[in-house]
């Protein structure tokens, strides 16, 4: 059974930098499209950055730019390295995968994934 187990999210004051990372157990990683939603309260879920089996990339707008996607296969986990945060940036993260290709297009589609973790808590005060 597969597992996905979130951390590293927390509190941080705005322009403040976090470093989440999402652990995969039982398979590869390296098999999956893997991704970043994020979920504040009384809002859907958001797609934040995915990437794919060949490390393709793709970025929500809001984080382009400060918000970078890595996976390391050698210990099966996914990161998401989060600069320059915005009160805004404030929700509950989740790590998702995906057993199919990853294109752009799948950010803006939470039921596409199939995977899902439960979640870490990330909060930026102004």
């Known amino acids: 059974q597969v597992q996905l187990v979130e951390s590293g999210g927390g509190s941080v004051q705005a322009g403040g930098s976090l470093r989440l990372s999402c652990a995969v157990s039982?398979?590869?990683?390296?098999?999956?499209?893997m991704g970043w939603f994020r979920q504040a309260p009384g809002k859907e879920r958001e797609g934040v950055a995915l990437i794919g089996r060949t490390l393709f990339t793709n970025y929500a707008d809001a984080v382009a730019g400060r918000f970078t996607i890595s996976k390391d296969n050698s210990v099966n986990a996914l990161n998401l390295q989060m600069n320059s945060l915005k009160p805004e940036d404030s929700a509950m993260y989740y790590c998702a995968a995906r057993r199919a290709y990853c294109a752009g297009s799948h950010l803006a589609s939470a039921r596409s994934w199939d995977l899902w973790g439960q979640g870490t808590q990330v909060t930026v005060s102004s």
């Open positions: 039982g398979d590869t990683i390296g098999a999956y499209c």
